[in-house]
Protein backbone atom coordinates (compact mmCIF):
# COMPACT_ATOMS: atom_id res chain seq x y z
CA UNK A 1 0.00 0.00 0.00
CA UNK A 2 0.84 3.45 -0.21
CA UNK A 3 3.21 5.37 2.52
CA UNK A 4 3.24 9.29 3.16
CA UNK A 5 7.05 10.17 3.88
CA UNK A 6 6.37 10.47 7.32
CA UNK A 7 4.25 7.16 7.38
CA UNK A 8 7.93 5.46 5.79
CA UNK A 9 9.77 6.95 8.42
CA UNK A 10 7.06 5.44 11.04
CA UNK A 11 7.78 1.78 9.07
CA UNK A 12 11.36 2.20 9.53
CA UNK A 13 11.79 2.53 12.74
CA UNK A 14 12.83 6.20 12.71
CA UNK A 15 10.31 6.72 15.31
CA UNK A 16 10.87 4.21 17.88
CA UNK A 17 10.20 0.66 18.11
CA UNK A 18 6.75 1.04 19.26
CA UNK A 19 5.49 3.15 16.34
CA UNK A 20 7.58 0.95 13.99
CA UNK A 21 5.47 -2.28 15.20
CA UNK A 22 2.01 -0.47 15.76
CA UNK A 23 2.79 0.49 11.79
CA UNK A 24 4.17 -2.96 10.56
CA UNK A 25 0.64 -4.24 12.07
CA UNK A 26 -1.43 -1.79 10.20
CA UNK A 27 0.67 -2.19 6.80
CA UNK A 28 0.10 -5.97 7.21
CA UNK A 29 -3.84 -6.26 7.43
CA UNK A 30 -3.90 -3.07 4.55
CA UNK A 31 -1.72 -5.27 2.24
CA UNK A 32 -4.03 -8.61 2.72
CA UNK A 33 -6.77 -6.41 1.90
CA UNK A 34 -5.67 -4.57 -0.52
CA UNK A 35 -5.66 -1.31 1.17
CA UNK A 36 -4.76 2.06 -1.33
CA UNK A 37 -3.29 3.47 1.47
CA UNK A 38 -3.93 4.96 5.31
CA UNK A 39 -6.95 6.98 6.08
CA UNK A 40 -7.04 9.06 9.67
CA UNK A 41 -9.48 8.41 12.66
CA UNK A 42 -11.23 10.46 14.60
CA UNK A 43 -11.10 7.88 17.39
CA UNK A 44 -10.00 4.61 18.50
CA UNK A 45 -11.74 2.01 21.18
CA UNK A 46 -9.45 -0.40 22.20
CA UNK A 47 -11.31 -4.61 23.20
CA UNK A 48 -9.17 -7.05 25.02
CA UNK A 49 -8.59 -5.22 28.76
CA UNK A 50 -10.06 -7.53 31.20
CA UNK A 51 -7.25 -9.94 32.81
CA UNK A 52 -9.57 -12.57 32.36
CA UNK A 53 -9.64 -12.92 28.78
CA UNK A 54 -5.89 -11.44 27.92
CA UNK A 55 -4.35 -13.26 30.62
CA UNK A 56 -0.62 -13.00 31.43
CA UNK A 57 0.10 -13.05 27.99
CA UNK A 58 -1.53 -9.95 27.37
CA UNK A 59 -0.29 -8.15 30.39
CA UNK A 60 3.05 -9.01 29.07
CA UNK A 61 2.43 -7.37 25.44
CA UNK A 62 1.26 -4.23 27.40
CA UNK A 63 3.67 -4.11 29.31
CA UNK A 64 6.67 -4.00 26.82
CA UNK A 65 4.29 -2.17 24.53
CA UNK A 66 3.72 0.95 26.54
CA UNK A 67 7.74 0.89 28.34
CA UNK A 68 7.95 2.86 24.98
CA UNK A 69 7.52 6.63 23.87
CA UNK A 70 4.85 5.84 21.58
CA UNK A 71 1.20 7.89 23.35
CA UNK A 72 -2.05 7.96 21.92
CA UNK A 73 -2.64 10.84 19.46
CA UNK A 74 -6.77 10.55 19.37
CA UNK A 75 -8.79 10.02 21.43
CA UNK A 76 -8.48 6.46 23.01
CA UNK A 77 -11.02 4.60 25.17
CA UNK A 78 -11.10 0.98 26.28
CA UNK A 79 -13.77 -1.85 26.12
CA UNK A 80 -14.75 -3.05 30.09
CA UNK A 81 -12.06 -4.50 32.53
CA UNK A 82 -12.38 -7.28 34.45
CA UNK A 83 -13.93 -5.35 37.70
CA UNK A 84 -15.14 -2.56 39.16
CA UNK A 85 -12.20 -0.59 39.43
CA UNK A 86 -13.44 1.22 42.60
CA UNK A 87 -15.22 -1.76 44.48
CA UNK A 88 -13.52 -4.58 43.18
CA UNK A 89 -12.93 -5.75 46.80
CA UNK A 90 -16.83 -5.44 47.84
CA UNK A 91 -17.39 -7.88 45.07
CA UNK A 92 -15.15 -10.18 45.92
CA UNK A 93 -12.66 -9.89 43.39
CA UNK A 94 -9.30 -11.78 43.91
CA UNK A 95 -6.17 -9.76 44.92
CA UNK A 96 -3.86 -11.18 42.92
CA UNK A 97 -6.73 -10.94 39.30
CA UNK A 98 -7.40 -7.17 41.30
CA UNK A 99 -3.25 -6.38 40.99
CA UNK A 100 -2.97 -7.72 37.20
CA UNK A 101 -6.01 -5.77 36.20
CA UNK A 102 -4.62 -2.30 37.73
CA UNK A 103 -1.49 -2.87 36.29
CA UNK A 104 -3.45 -3.33 32.91
CA UNK A 105 -5.26 0.15 33.45
CA UNK A 106 -1.41 1.56 34.26
CA UNK A 107 -0.30 0.50 30.92
CA UNK A 108 -2.97 2.23 29.19
CA UNK A 109 -3.18 5.17 30.90
CA UNK A 110 0.98 5.44 30.46
CA UNK A 111 0.03 5.43 26.98
CA UNK A 112 -2.74 8.67 27.24
CA UNK A 113 -5.67 5.90 27.05
CA UNK A 114 -8.81 7.02 28.80
CA UNK A 115 -9.69 4.19 31.41
CA UNK A 116 -13.63 4.16 30.09
CA UNK A 117 -14.15 1.13 30.25
CA UNK A 118 -17.03 0.78 28.39
CA UNK A 119 -18.50 -1.02 25.41
CA UNK A 120 -20.57 1.93 24.27
CA UNK A 121 -18.39 4.44 24.55
CA UNK A 122 -20.97 6.19 21.93
CA UNK A 123 -23.05 7.21 25.11
CA UNK A 124 -21.47 9.95 26.63
CA UNK A 125 -18.03 11.91 26.03
CA UNK A 126 -16.66 10.03 22.89
CA UNK A 127 -20.05 10.08 20.12
CA UNK A 128 -18.89 9.84 16.54
CA UNK A 129 -20.67 12.24 14.10
CA UNK A 130 -21.97 11.26 10.60
CA UNK A 131 -19.01 9.98 8.55
CA UNK A 132 -16.35 9.89 10.85
CA UNK A 133 -13.74 7.45 10.63
CA UNK A 134 -13.04 5.59 14.02
CA UNK A 135 -10.72 2.47 14.61
CA UNK A 136 -13.31 0.79 16.61
CA UNK A 137 -12.65 -2.97 18.65
CA UNK A 138 -15.82 -3.70 20.29
CA UNK A 139 -17.87 -5.58 18.34
CA UNK A 140 -21.33 -3.62 19.43
CA UNK A 141 -20.27 -0.40 19.39
CA UNK A 142 -18.87 -1.22 15.98
CA UNK A 143 -22.40 -2.12 14.71
CA UNK A 144 -24.33 0.81 15.88
CA UNK A 145 -21.55 3.22 15.43
CA UNK A 146 -21.91 2.09 11.59
CA UNK A 147 -25.68 1.83 11.31
CA UNK A 148 -26.70 4.03 13.85
CA UNK A 149 -24.78 7.04 14.08
CA UNK A 150 -23.63 6.55 10.40
CA UNK A 151 -19.70 6.82 11.45
CA UNK A 152 -17.28 4.38 9.74
CA UNK A 153 -15.53 1.71 11.54
CA UNK A 154 -14.28 -2.00 10.78
CA UNK A 155 -14.27 -4.54 13.72
CA UNK A 156 -11.17 -3.90 14.80
CA UNK A 157 -9.00 -6.21 17.18
CA UNK A 158 -7.38 -5.35 20.20
CA UNK A 159 -4.27 -5.39 18.80
CA UNK A 160 -5.29 -3.03 15.76
CA UNK A 161 -6.98 -0.40 17.56
CA UNK A 162 -4.31 -0.11 20.26
CA UNK A 163 -1.79 0.07 16.75
CA UNK A 164 -4.71 2.75 15.89
CA UNK A 165 -4.59 4.91 18.18
CA UNK A 166 -0.62 6.16 18.79
CA UNK A 167 -0.47 6.22 14.57
CA UNK A 168 -4.13 7.97 14.79
CA UNK A 169 -4.13 6.05 11.20
CA UNK A 170 -6.09 2.60 10.18
CA UNK A 171 -5.99 1.23 6.60
CA UNK A 172 -8.96 2.01 4.06
CA UNK A 173 -10.77 -0.98 3.34
CA UNK A 174 -14.22 -3.09 4.26
CA UNK A 175 -16.34 -0.94 6.17
CA UNK A 176 -14.36 2.57 5.24
CA UNK A 177 -15.47 3.05 1.72
CA UNK A 178 -19.36 3.22 1.06
CA UNK A 179 -19.60 0.57 -1.81
CA UNK A 180 -19.32 -1.82 0.77
CA UNK A 181 -22.08 -0.49 2.75
CA UNK A 182 -24.84 -1.57 0.71
CA UNK A 183 -26.88 -4.04 2.11
CA UNK A 184 -26.54 -8.07 1.73
CA UNK A 185 -29.84 -9.26 2.69
CA UNK A 186 -33.44 -7.76 3.09
CA UNK A 187 -34.96 -9.18 6.79
CA UNK A 188 -38.77 -8.96 6.62
CA UNK A 189 -40.35 -8.82 9.73
CA UNK A 190 -43.44 -10.60 9.72
CA UNK A 191 -44.21 -10.71 13.66
CA UNK A 192 -44.37 -7.22 15.90
CA UNK A 193 -41.47 -6.82 18.28
CA UNK A 194 -43.04 -6.48 21.71
CA UNK A 195 -40.06 -6.50 24.22
CA UNK A 196 -36.25 -5.51 24.19
CA UNK A 197 -36.06 -8.87 24.31
CA UNK A 198 -37.40 -9.83 21.14
CA UNK A 199 -34.63 -6.99 19.57
CA UNK A 200 -32.23 -9.18 21.40
CA UNK A 201 -33.36 -12.74 19.66
CA UNK A 202 -33.97 -10.84 16.15
CA UNK A 203 -30.32 -9.75 16.14
CA UNK A 204 -29.01 -13.13 17.24
CA UNK A 205 -31.23 -14.80 14.56
CA UNK A 206 -30.02 -13.16 11.70
CA UNK A 207 -26.29 -13.41 12.81
CA UNK A 208 -26.60 -16.88 13.39
CA UNK A 209 -28.33 -17.86 10.29
CA UNK A 210 -27.02 -14.88 7.81
CA UNK A 211 -23.40 -15.16 9.35
CA UNK A 212 -21.07 -12.16 7.52
CA UNK A 213 -23.85 -10.21 6.61
CA UNK A 214 -25.70 -6.48 5.89
CA UNK A 215 -29.02 -6.97 6.51
CA UNK A 216 -31.85 -4.31 5.95
CA UNK A 217 -34.17 -4.66 8.28
CA UNK A 218 -38.06 -3.74 7.32
CA UNK A 219 -40.81 -3.62 9.73
CA UNK A 220 -39.02 -1.96 12.16
CA UNK A 221 -41.38 0.54 13.76
CA UNK A 222 -40.42 4.21 12.98
CA UNK A 223 -38.35 5.78 15.83
CA UNK A 224 -36.97 2.84 17.26
CA UNK A 225 -35.83 3.58 21.04
CA UNK A 226 -31.77 3.73 20.38
CA UNK A 227 -31.42 0.99 23.10
CA UNK A 228 -33.28 -1.57 21.05
CA UNK A 229 -31.33 -0.93 18.42
CA UNK A 230 -28.42 -1.29 20.75
CA UNK A 231 -29.64 -4.91 21.82
CA UNK A 232 -30.35 -5.64 18.03
CA UNK A 233 -26.73 -4.80 16.85
CA UNK A 234 -25.19 -6.31 20.02
CA UNK A 235 -26.50 -10.20 19.37
CA UNK A 236 -26.19 -10.20 15.64
CA UNK A 237 -22.63 -9.20 16.36
CA UNK A 238 -21.70 -12.13 18.65
CA UNK A 239 -23.61 -14.49 16.65
CA UNK A 240 -22.23 -13.55 13.25
CA UNK A 241 -19.56 -11.37 11.88
CA UNK A 242 -22.05 -8.70 11.26
CA UNK A 243 -20.47 -4.68 11.32
CA UNK A 244 -23.54 -3.02 10.05
CA UNK A 245 -27.32 -3.62 9.16
CA UNK A 246 -30.02 -0.96 8.24
CA UNK A 247 -33.43 -0.10 9.41
CA UNK A 248 -34.34 2.34 6.10
CA UNK A 249 -37.60 0.88 4.38
CA UNK A 250 -36.32 1.55 1.07
CA UNK A 251 -33.23 1.91 0.35
CA UNK A 252 -30.61 0.61 -2.27
CA UNK A 253 -29.55 -2.60 -1.75
CA UNK A 254 -27.92 -5.03 -4.65
CA UNK A 255 -29.09 -8.45 -5.40
CA UNK A 256 -30.10 -8.57 -1.97
CA UNK A 257 -31.51 -11.62 -0.86
CA UNK A 258 -34.54 -12.16 1.05
CA UNK A 259 -35.37 -13.49 3.97
CA UNK A 260 -38.46 -13.52 6.36
CA UNK A 261 -38.93 -14.03 10.23
CA UNK A 262 -41.73 -14.70 12.23
CA UNK A 263 -42.32 -15.42 16.11
CA UNK A 264 -41.15 -19.16 15.37
CA UNK A 265 -37.56 -17.95 14.08
CA UNK A 266 -37.57 -16.09 17.55
CA UNK A 267 -38.31 -18.97 19.95
CA UNK A 268 -36.26 -20.97 18.23
CA UNK A 269 -32.81 -18.90 19.05
CA UNK A 270 -34.50 -18.25 22.34
CA UNK A 271 -34.61 -21.99 23.53
CA UNK A 272 -30.86 -22.12 22.68
CA UNK A 273 -29.93 -19.39 25.14
CA UNK A 274 -32.38 -19.72 27.79
CA UNK A 275 -32.98 -22.41 30.28
CA UNK A 276 -36.33 -23.24 31.99
CA UNK A 277 -34.66 -23.08 35.30
CA UNK A 278 -35.18 -20.43 37.90
CA UNK A 279 -31.47 -18.57 38.89
CA UNK A 280 -31.00 -16.21 41.83
CA UNK A 281 -28.87 -13.92 40.14
CA UNK A 282 -30.28 -11.18 37.16
CA UNK A 283 -27.82 -9.02 35.17
CA UNK A 284 -28.73 -6.09 32.69
CA UNK A 285 -26.11 -3.93 31.46
CA UNK A 286 -24.77 -6.19 28.36
CA UNK A 287 -24.04 -3.86 26.30
CA UNK A 288 -23.74 -1.49 28.97
CA UNK A 289 -26.93 0.44 30.45
CA UNK A 290 -27.75 3.85 29.12
CA UNK A 291 -28.88 6.36 31.55
CA UNK A 292 -32.47 5.62 30.01
CA UNK A 293 -32.04 2.12 31.15
CA UNK A 294 -30.85 3.46 34.47
CA UNK A 295 -33.64 5.05 35.40
CA UNK A 296 -36.13 2.32 34.33
CA UNK A 297 -34.36 -0.12 36.59
CA UNK A 298 -34.66 2.89 39.55
CA UNK A 299 -38.42 3.88 38.90
CA UNK A 300 -39.17 -0.39 38.66
CA UNK A 301 -37.79 -1.04 42.52
CA UNK A 302 -37.65 2.43 43.54
CA UNK A 303 -39.23 1.86 47.74
CA UNK A 304 -39.05 -1.88 46.82
CA UNK A 305 -36.89 -4.56 48.46
CA UNK A 306 -35.00 -7.43 45.83
CA UNK A 307 -35.53 -10.72 46.53
CA UNK A 308 -32.61 -11.52 44.40
CA UNK A 309 -29.25 -10.01 43.57
CA UNK A 310 -29.34 -7.64 40.74
CA UNK A 311 -26.62 -6.66 38.98
CA UNK A 312 -26.62 -3.33 36.85
CA UNK A 313 -23.75 -2.75 34.49
CA UNK A 314 -22.65 0.35 32.95
CA UNK A 315 -20.09 2.97 32.32
CA UNK A 316 -19.01 5.07 35.21
CA UNK A 317 -19.70 8.32 33.37
CA UNK A 318 -22.94 7.10 33.50
CA UNK A 319 -23.39 5.98 36.79
CA UNK A 320 -22.05 9.27 38.20
CA UNK A 321 -24.36 11.42 35.62
CA UNK A 322 -27.43 8.44 37.56
CA UNK A 323 -26.30 9.32 40.59
CA UNK A 324 -26.57 12.84 40.39
CA UNK A 325 -30.06 12.13 39.54
CA UNK A 326 -30.79 9.45 42.14
CA UNK A 327 -31.36 6.72 39.96
CA UNK A 328 -27.81 4.90 41.99
CA UNK A 329 -29.50 5.57 44.91
CA UNK A 330 -32.99 4.23 44.48
CA UNK A 331 -31.19 0.57 42.96
CA UNK A 332 -29.16 0.17 45.35
CA UNK A 333 -31.14 1.01 48.42
CA UNK A 334 -33.46 -1.78 47.27
CA UNK A 335 -30.70 -4.28 47.52
CA UNK A 336 -29.45 -4.08 44.18
CA UNK A 337 -25.72 -3.00 42.38
CA UNK A 338 -24.95 -0.42 40.10
CA UNK A 339 -21.06 -1.93 38.94
CA UNK A 340 -19.07 0.46 36.56
CA UNK A 341 -16.31 -0.56 34.35
CA UNK A 342 -16.83 -3.92 33.61
CA UNK A 343 -19.41 -6.45 32.51
CA UNK A 344 -20.91 -10.07 33.60
CA UNK A 345 -18.94 -11.45 30.98
CA UNK A 346 -15.36 -10.59 31.24
CA UNK A 347 -15.66 -10.55 35.26
CA UNK A 348 -14.33 -13.69 37.60
CA UNK A 349 -18.13 -12.68 39.62
CA UNK A 350 -19.31 -15.44 37.64
CA UNK A 351 -16.48 -18.27 38.63
CA UNK A 352 -17.28 -18.83 41.60
CA UNK A 353 -19.83 -21.75 41.47
CA UNK A 354 -22.58 -20.11 39.89
CA UNK A 355 -24.70 -22.13 38.35
CA UNK A 356 -26.71 -19.75 36.55
CA UNK A 357 -27.96 -16.69 36.04
CA UNK A 358 -31.02 -14.56 34.19
CA UNK A 359 -30.56 -12.18 31.70
CA UNK A 360 -32.35 -9.85 29.16
CA UNK A 361 -29.11 -10.10 26.59
CA UNK A 362 -28.68 -12.93 23.63
CA UNK A 363 -24.90 -11.89 23.64
CA UNK A 364 -24.28 -12.22 27.28
CA UNK A 365 -26.27 -15.82 26.97
CA UNK A 366 -23.83 -16.69 24.16
CA UNK A 367 -21.13 -15.85 25.32
CA UNK A 368 -21.79 -16.80 29.26
CA UNK A 369 -22.72 -20.17 28.49
CA UNK A 370 -19.51 -20.70 25.68
CA UNK A 371 -17.06 -19.09 27.73
CA UNK A 372 -17.60 -19.13 31.31
CA UNK A 373 -20.16 -22.25 30.99
CA UNK A 374 -22.38 -20.62 33.06
CA UNK A 375 -26.48 -21.50 32.34
CA UNK A 376 -28.84 -18.61 31.62
CA UNK A 377 -32.65 -17.57 31.28
CA UNK A 378 -33.77 -14.98 28.88
CA UNK A 379 -35.94 -12.46 30.33
CA UNK A 380 -37.43 -9.12 29.09
CA UNK A 381 -35.63 -5.67 30.87
CA UNK A 382 -38.97 -5.58 32.34
CA UNK A 383 -39.19 -9.12 32.83
CA UNK A 384 -35.76 -9.24 34.40
CA UNK A 385 -36.23 -6.52 37.20
CA UNK A 386 -39.41 -7.76 38.33
CA UNK A 387 -37.88 -11.34 38.33
CA UNK A 388 -35.18 -10.36 40.99
CA UNK A 389 -38.54 -8.60 42.91
CA UNK A 390 -40.03 -11.68 43.70
CA UNK B 1 13.17 -43.15 2.59
CA UNK B 2 12.03 -41.22 -0.54
CA UNK B 3 12.89 -37.68 -0.50
CA UNK B 4 11.78 -34.78 -3.02
CA UNK B 5 11.18 -30.96 -2.81
CA UNK B 6 8.39 -28.87 -3.54
CA UNK B 7 8.51 -24.67 -4.11
CA UNK B 8 5.55 -22.91 -3.25
CA UNK B 9 4.74 -19.45 -3.95
CA UNK B 10 2.37 -16.96 -1.88
CA UNK B 11 1.93 -13.71 -0.61
CA UNK B 12 4.58 -12.26 2.09
CA UNK B 13 2.32 -11.24 5.03
CA UNK B 14 4.47 -11.12 7.98
CA UNK B 15 8.69 -10.80 6.64
CA UNK B 16 11.39 -13.28 8.43
CA UNK B 17 12.70 -17.01 8.00
CA UNK B 18 12.05 -19.75 10.02
CA UNK B 19 12.27 -23.27 9.26
CA UNK B 20 11.70 -26.78 11.02
CA UNK B 21 8.98 -29.83 11.40
CA UNK B 22 5.63 -28.99 9.97
CA UNK B 23 2.37 -29.54 11.15
CA UNK B 24 -0.59 -29.65 9.69
CA UNK B 25 -3.79 -29.07 10.83
CA UNK B 26 -6.76 -29.12 8.56
CA UNK B 27 -9.25 -27.12 10.46
CA UNK B 28 -9.59 -23.34 11.35
CA UNK B 29 -7.67 -22.36 14.51
CA UNK B 30 -8.67 -19.78 17.51
CA UNK B 31 -5.86 -19.24 19.52
CA UNK B 32 -7.55 -17.66 22.24
CA UNK B 33 -9.00 -20.87 24.37
CA UNK B 34 -7.38 -22.79 22.25
CA UNK B 35 -3.59 -23.01 22.58
CA UNK B 36 -1.77 -22.79 25.79
CA UNK B 37 0.54 -19.81 25.52
CA UNK B 38 3.44 -21.42 27.77
CA UNK B 39 3.68 -24.66 26.34
CA UNK B 40 2.45 -24.69 22.80
CA UNK B 41 0.27 -27.47 23.03
CA UNK B 42 -3.19 -26.97 21.54
CA UNK B 43 -5.88 -27.43 23.68
CA UNK B 44 -9.28 -27.16 21.85
CA UNK B 45 -11.59 -30.26 22.52
CA UNK B 46 -11.88 -31.79 19.42
CA UNK B 47 -9.44 -29.67 17.08
CA UNK B 48 -7.31 -32.51 14.58
CA UNK B 49 -4.01 -31.04 16.67
CA UNK B 50 -5.63 -31.31 20.22
CA UNK B 51 -2.60 -32.44 23.06
CA UNK B 52 0.02 -31.64 20.09
CA UNK B 53 2.74 -28.82 20.61
CA UNK B 54 3.37 -26.58 17.88
CA UNK B 55 6.24 -25.22 19.67
CA UNK B 56 9.43 -24.67 17.28
CA UNK B 57 7.49 -26.28 14.33
CA UNK B 58 5.80 -24.77 10.78
CA UNK B 59 2.63 -24.59 11.68
CA UNK B 60 0.37 -24.90 8.38
CA UNK B 61 -3.83 -24.68 8.95
CA UNK B 62 -6.74 -22.97 6.85
CA UNK B 63 -7.00 -19.55 8.94
CA UNK B 64 -7.40 -17.53 12.25
CA UNK B 65 -11.00 -18.13 14.16
CA UNK B 66 -12.97 -16.46 17.23
CA UNK B 67 -11.55 -13.81 19.75
CA UNK B 68 -8.75 -10.84 18.45
CA UNK B 69 -7.19 -11.94 21.67
CA UNK B 70 -5.83 -14.89 20.03
CA UNK B 71 -3.18 -11.95 19.06
CA UNK B 72 -1.82 -12.01 22.10
CA UNK B 73 -1.55 -15.86 22.68
CA UNK B 74 0.74 -15.97 19.81
CA UNK B 75 2.80 -12.93 21.54
CA UNK B 76 2.54 -15.07 24.75
CA UNK B 77 3.75 -18.32 22.77
CA UNK B 78 7.02 -16.28 21.43
CA UNK B 79 7.53 -14.59 25.06
CA UNK B 80 7.35 -17.90 27.22
CA UNK B 81 9.50 -19.70 24.39
CA UNK B 82 6.80 -21.84 23.14
CA UNK B 83 6.08 -20.18 19.75
CA UNK B 84 6.15 -22.21 16.47
CA UNK B 85 8.66 -20.83 14.01
CA UNK B 86 6.82 -20.08 10.85
CA UNK B 87 2.90 -20.02 10.29
CA UNK B 88 1.61 -21.21 7.07
CA UNK B 89 -2.04 -20.09 6.16
CA UNK B 90 -4.45 -21.35 3.34
CA UNK B 91 -6.11 -17.66 3.89
CA UNK B 92 -5.12 -15.77 6.69
CA UNK B 93 -6.99 -12.93 8.68
CA UNK B 94 -6.03 -9.69 11.00
CA UNK B 95 -5.76 -12.20 14.69
CA UNK B 96 -3.17 -14.35 13.26
CA UNK B 97 -1.58 -11.36 11.47
CA UNK B 98 -1.96 -9.36 14.54
CA UNK B 99 -0.06 -12.29 16.45
CA UNK B 100 2.87 -12.92 13.90
CA UNK B 101 3.73 -8.90 14.12
CA UNK B 102 3.67 -8.85 17.42
CA UNK B 103 5.38 -11.84 17.73
CA UNK B 104 8.17 -11.49 14.53
CA UNK B 105 7.24 -14.88 13.37
CA UNK B 106 7.13 -15.10 9.70
CA UNK B 107 3.47 -15.78 8.04
CA UNK B 108 3.05 -16.42 3.77
CA UNK B 109 -0.81 -17.56 2.57
CA UNK B 110 -2.29 -18.09 -0.59
CA UNK B 111 -0.04 -20.45 -2.31
CA UNK B 112 -0.20 -22.16 -5.63
CA UNK B 113 -0.84 -24.91 -3.76
CA UNK B 114 -3.14 -25.73 -1.07
CA UNK B 115 -0.65 -26.39 1.72
CA UNK B 116 -3.19 -27.83 3.80
CA UNK B 117 -3.39 -31.01 1.13
CA UNK B 118 0.53 -30.81 -0.05
CA UNK B 119 2.66 -30.33 3.32
CA UNK B 120 2.11 -33.33 5.62
CA UNK B 121 3.41 -33.35 9.26
CA UNK B 122 6.55 -34.85 9.80
CA UNK B 123 8.10 -32.68 6.38
CA UNK B 124 10.74 -30.63 6.71
CA UNK B 125 9.59 -27.27 5.61
CA UNK B 126 11.47 -23.30 5.03
CA UNK B 127 9.58 -20.43 4.97
CA UNK B 128 10.64 -17.52 3.70
CA UNK B 129 8.11 -14.55 5.00
CA UNK B 130 9.82 -11.74 2.93
CA UNK B 131 9.37 -13.33 -0.62
CA UNK B 132 6.33 -15.30 0.30
CA UNK B 133 7.76 -18.52 -0.19
CA UNK B 134 7.77 -21.96 0.82
CA UNK B 135 10.12 -25.13 0.03
CA UNK B 136 9.27 -28.17 1.26
CA UNK B 137 11.41 -31.47 2.07
CA UNK B 138 9.36 -34.46 1.98
CA UNK B 139 10.68 -36.80 4.71
CA UNK B 140 8.30 -39.70 3.91
CA UNK B 141 7.14 -41.91 1.08
CA UNK B 142 3.67 -41.76 0.16
CA UNK B 143 1.33 -43.42 -2.81
Known amino acids: MYLTKEQERIFNGEEGETKELAMKLLVAIGDVYEAPRMIDVRSAQISGVSYKTIGDPGLEFLREFSSGKARAIVKAMVNPAGMDLVRWVELGIPEEFARKQLEIMQCFSKMGIEPTCTCIPYSGEAAPLREEHLAWAESSAVVFANSVLGAYTNREGGPTALASSVLGLTPLYGMHIDENRTPTHLVKMKCQLKSDLDYSLLGYWIGRNLGSCIPRIQGLPALCPHDRLKSLGASMAASGSVAMFSTEENGESKNAETVTVDRKELLEVGRLLSSERDFEHVALGCPHLSLEELKAVADLVSGRRLAKDLWCFTSRHLRDVAKTRGYVDAIESSGGKVICDTCIVVSPMTEKGMEGLVTNSCKAAHYLRSLNRVETRLMSFEGCVQHALV | ?143
Open chain 2, 1 to 143: MHLSELRMNGRNVVGGHGSGEAIVSRQPMSFFGGVDPKTGVVIERGHDLEGRSVRGKVLVFPGGKGSTVGSYVIYGLRKYGAAPVAIVNVETEPIIIGGCVLARIPLVDKLDKSPIDVIETGDWAEVDGDLGRVLVERRRSRG
